[in-house]
């Protein structure tokens, strides 16, 4: 996979619409954009417009990765 961000010493707040991560696989192939705002996380699939992907509340996402 491949997950663009750079932002060494670098500290952002985040506002209403967040913030999103585009996705490929390993041939540069586009999987879909994880947005992260301040109560929701949202996956779009493939080329899933804003608003319409697969949403899960922040701090039941945070729940289930301190649960693995």
């Not at 390993?26 to 999987?31: E, F, I, L």
């Not at 996956?43 to 804003?50: A, L, V």
Request: charged share 30%; net charge positive; aromatic share 4%.
């Amino acid at each position: 996979m491949q997950v663009g961000v750079a932002m060494d010493d670098v500290t952002i707040t985040l506002g209403t619409k967040g913030m999103t991560l585009f996705v490929a696989d390993n041939g540069g192939k586009h999987r879909g954009s994880l947005r992260i705002g301040k109560a929701t996380v949202e996956w779009r699939d493939g080329k899933t417009r804003y608003g319409n992907g697969k949403k899960i509340a922040l701090d039941k996402l945070i729940d289930v990765l301190e649960d693995l």
